[in-house]
């Protein structure tokens, strides 16, 4: 097996609300670029396999997990990670309903919240659960999330 | 008071919720090298090659490191090569490590080595491993190094054998009228924990090793390194930032004894591991599987005469803390009832499974799931209410536990009230089993526990408190935050005792083992009793140090000062004050002249009383007192399907005084939430090889958002008289009787006996003969 250097390509990327020019291999995921070449590190890695939801972002309008995703396939879309989201008010929700515990799978879950907020304003509880069944939480019964998601929804009303 | 038992938020919020928390994987500095592992791919073999070459010559591969020449580990019984030398004896087990300039390249590494294994018979199960026949995982088991409390029997598969002798058994046997048998099996799971394993490993040039992991135990990597290697501890230094999730899991030491190795191989450059979920769930040490037979006798009106227990403990390939595990099982053999004759064996035993971490509860779920469903079992047989059953055998203060030691007010809670309020709250008096018709049936399951903390006797929690000039203070504490909030209720422990605003006090997240004192391990449900009893500790020497300080300032003696509310002020007059800002770094006269410094208060704890276990009969002090819980499950079953929904799950535990009603309230019913879990889906499938078959989220399934039940908790306040306000654990006591409970309700809706787990609907359509 003769090994060459990988490759590596220059790209642009809109990651929240910033250009990022970074230098990649075709093959790297958007979750490891943003850890490692963009130092966006609140995007984490749990399963690498799509399973757990730890990794979520928004690509445009929709929630991703970016462990699945390459990097290139980002490229022309507005990416946002959790740590472009800024006084959420998902994020107070989760803090007043406790809906976290250790907070690994915290950045993944709220983003995958924000989005189903953004896209299904008074979304029902088989909406809710369809999104949210994504996302694995070791710590939390899953109750205090459920909390967080509907006093948002109530706030709105 | 004034902030105990308030739901106040956590003092890490706002770190959380915007990504800004950092976690060991998060590190990453330019240069670094990242290690991964070649794992073997089977059970058991012989490694009869092992090539390198080819790996070697990859540009960019720094080192290779293999398991020769290097010291056996384990925590308590010295039987684990760190990278196996010519057999490896579990799916998992590393055989050589990579490390190389990126992840990529490491993977590389480790694919072009190339092994060749000769297979060997596989020990798939405990009782496959005590029989007279079976393989030997390890023929040199007498020459094993082991500390005090371990009995291997060489010649056998048996690490360590756990006796409990209580009463007279056969004068119990005599005495009952009614007695029940049951088997009972579960196989190895596994914690995880949604942050993967990762250790950061370098070596400084004055030799000084320095190790950043997500670990329960910083300071146990740094003795148990120090030990394996002889090195002295003080040159070892360990970083632990917030820890992802951990429930028993991060307190064995493993991976960074790997990265420990790696660094060394290259001259003690950084280097990264971190652990794929895969690896995590089979080379790192995971949930322990256990075989049960319980057999318990009683008097035709149901008082409890005999208890008759066989634990094998499915402890995998490495006995490391499966022994303390197997230990704890023995120490809360029962469920929490007085019996006074008790005859326990509890075996740690070798098979070719992964072996095990300490999990969530630390044996007592597993325990109670055998214990309580055959209380249910002799509940049937007596024609009883299972509710009942328990209430008149609940054990109360001056009855004794399985280890002889006679309980008090404070050393053990209120099971009658638990059982009291849990009834009320199931809607008992309805019934325990409703047929809805259309195949669908309702049915309750309860069960009752207990659990005491076999934490090491000496085991030492320290405080550190340093005031900032603003009258702010900072709060150092061992304690490692790993989800449970403790480190919030530290801070609120202080703030009552100083009467002072949480606001002003800054909780320190990490660890560093050089400057944070020691707190044992983060375990064992026991943060906030030993590490709050250190705060209380120093909170006293910084009062007293105020008190000195400000007693000649403001003129008075030392009896009549006061602490509070920012300042030191006269009993008498309160008028007549300092605040504690112009105090805290020192007071300054008005010409310039200074005295005291920065007020810095230290405390520290240790249980006091708390003793080994004789060997022939189990007696003896293993822990500081007994939480009790009691706890109920209803589910609805399609008794064609045999699917089932789990409806709620209800835990009243008391809690000796409610410190945080709202993180307390997240502990109990997180941990119901995994108990659920385990009982219900999680289990490792091995194949005849003793590969496992679902090492990935995908394949081993917890429970998903939209498939929890409605939880519901309540509290019982019994005192712990020696805690800090009186509060016992919070941590575990939701998980441990969740499984019995599931498996009651469901045992009941089948009218048959569910005596194995995960309870999975083929599992049911089994036992009802569906095969047939």
């Given at each position: 097996m003769a090994a060459s250097p990988p490759q590596k390509i220059n790209v642009s990327l809109?990651?929240?609300g910033e250009t990022r020019n970074v230098a990649i291999r075709p093959a790297d995921t958007l979750l490891f670029i943003l850890r490692e070449y963009l130092g966006l590190t609140g995007a984490k890695p749990g399963c690498l396999n799509g399973d757990c939801g730890a990794c979520s972002v928004m690509v445009d309008h929709?929630?991703?997990?970016?462990?699945?995703m390459l990097a290139v396939e980002a490229v022309g879309s507005k990416v946002t990670t959790i740590e472009g989201l800024k006084d959420s008010p998902i994020q107070h929700a989760f803090i007043e309903n406790f809906a976290f515990q250790c907070g690994y799978c915290t950045p993944g879950f709220i983003m995958n919240c924000h989005a189903l907020l953004k896209n299904h304003p008074q979304p029902t509880y088989e909406v809710i659960k369809e999104w949210l069944s994504s996302n694995i939480c070791r710590c939390t019964c899953y109750e205090e999330i459920q909390e967080a998601v509907m006093s948002v929804i109530e706030k709105r009303e | 008071m004034h902030i105990i038992g308030k739901g106040i938020t956590r003092k890490d919020s706002l770190e959380k919720v915007t990504g800004h928390a950092k976690y060991t994987a998060d590190f990453e500095i330019k240069g670094m090298l990242h290690a991964r592992t070649v794992i073997s791919p089977f059970g058991h073999a012989l490694i009869k090659q092992l090539d390198l070459t080819e790996a070697q010559r990859i540009p960019g591969v720094r080192a290779i490191v293999t398991g020769d020449h290097l010291p056996l580990t384990g925590e308590e019984l010295r039987d684990r090569p760190p990278i196996a030398v010519d057999r490896v004896r579990f799916n998992g087990e590393v055989v050589a490590i990579v490390v190389a300039d990126t992840p990529y390249l490491a993977m590389r590494g480790v694919e072009a080595i190339k092994v060749q294994y000769e297979q060997l018979p596989v020990v798939n199960s405990p009782s496959e491993a005590l029989k007279p026949d079976a393989p030997l995982l390890h023929p040199n088991m007498g020459q094993y190094e082991k500390i005090q409390g371990v009995y291997p029997e060489p010649g056998t598969n048996i690490a360590t054998r756990t006796k409990i002798r209580k009463g007279d058994r056969t004068k119990g046997w005599a005495e009952s009228e009614v007695v029940v048998e049951e088997k009972f099996a579960f196989r190895t799971s596994d914690h995880a924990a949604m942050e993967t394993r990762c250790s950061i490993a370098q070596i400084h040039p004055g030799g000084t090793i320095e190790i950043t992991s997500s670990s329960q135990a910083p300071f146990m990597i740094k003795k148990l390194i120090g030990q394996y290697f002889g090195i002295q501890p003080g040159t070892i230094k360990v970083n632990t930032p917030l820890v992802g999730g951990a429930y028993g899991g991060k307190a064995s030491v493993q991976l960074e004894i790997l990265a420990y190795l790696a660094t060394r191989a290259v001259g003690g450059r950084i280097v990264k591991m971190m652990n794929t979920r895969e690896e995590d769930m089979l080379t790192?040490?995971?949930h322990i599987g256990l075989e049960a037979q319980v057999k318990l006798g009683c008097t035709k009106e149901g008082t409890l005469k005999v208890a008759e227990l066989l634990y094998l403990w499915d402890g995998g390939a490495y006995s490391d803390k499966s022994i303390d595990l197997s230990r704890a099982g023995a120490v809360d053999c029962t469920g929490p009832y007085n019996i006074e004759n008790i005859w326990c064996d509890s075996l740690c035993m070798y098979t070719n499974h992964p072996y095990a971490a300490p999990f969530r509860g630390f044996s007592h779920s597993e325990v109670h799931f055998a214990f309580e469903r055959t209380m249910d079992v002799l509940a049937k047989k007596l024609n009883m209410d299972p509710l009942?059953?328990?209430?008149?055998?609940?054990?109360?203060?001056?009855h004794t536990t399985p280890t002889?030691?006679?309980?008090?007010?404070?050393?053990?809670?209120?099971?009658?009230?638990?059982?009291?309020?849990?009834?009320?709250?199931?809607?008992w008096q309805e019934g325990q089993v409703t047929n809805l018709g259309q195949h669908k049936v309702r049915a309750k399951g309860i069960a009752c526990t207990w659990k005491t903390s076999t934490i090491d006797p000496n085991a030492s929690?320290?405080?550190?408190?340093?005031?900032?000039p603003d009258g702010s203070i900072n709060l150092i504490s061992g304690v490692v935050e790993i989800g449970t909030g403790t480190k919030t209720v530290l801070a609120q422990i202080l703030a009552e005792q100083l009467k002072m605003d949480i606001k002003d006090i800054h909780v320190q997240m990490h660890v560093d083992t050089v400057n944070t004192p020691e707190h044992w391990k983060t375990v064992a449900s026991r943060g906030v009793y030993m590490a709050g009893r250190a705060v209380l500790a120093a909170a006293e020497d910084v009062i007293s140090q105020l008190k000195s300080l400000a007693s000649f300032i403001l003129r008075a003696p030392i009896e009549d000062v006061e602490v509070g509310y920012g300042k030191v002020f006269l009993?008498?007059?309160?008028?007549?004050?300092?605040?504690?800002?112009d105090i805290a770094y020192g007071y300054t006269f008005p010409n310039g002249n200074s005295i005291g410094g920065q007020i810095i208060g230290r405390g520290h704890y240790m249980m006091p009383g708390i003793t080994y276990l004789d060997k022939e009969t189990g007696a003896g002090k293993p822990g500081p007192e007994w939480e009790v819980a009691a706890q109920g499950?209803?589910?609805e079953l399609d008794t064609r399907e045999y699917r089932y929904r789990i409806l709620r799950a209800v835990t009243v535990v008391d809690v000796g005084k409610v410190l945080n009603e709202k993180t307390l309230t997240g502990q109990v019913k997180g941990a119901m939430s995994m108990g659920l879990s385990f009982a219900a889906r999680e289990t490792f499938y091995f194949d005849s090889l003793g590969t496992i078959l679902n090492p990935q989220l995908r394949t081993y399934r917890p429970i998903r958002f939209g498939e929890h039940p409605k939880y519901e908790v309540a509290f019982v306040e019994t005192p712990h008289v020696e805690a800090p306000f009186g509060a016992r654990g919070a941590g575990e006591h939701g998980l441990l009787g969740m499984p019995a409970a599931l498996g009651n309700s469901l045992s009941a809706a089948l009218s048959a006996e569910v005596n194995y787990l995960p309870l999975i609907p083929e599992l049911l359509w089994k036992i009802k003969g569906g095969e047939r």
């Open positions: 809109d990651v929240n929709t929630v991703y997990k970016s462990c699945i | 790192s040490p995971g009942e059953l328990r209430y008149k055998n609940a054990i109360l203060p001056g002889q030691f006679r309980l008090n007010a404070s050393t053990v809670g209120n099971v009658p009230k638990c059982i009291e309020k849990l009834k009320e709250l199931m809607n929690s320290g405080v550190i408190l340093t005031y900032n009993r008498g007059e309160p008028s007549k004050s300092i605040p504690i800002k499950v209803e589910i």
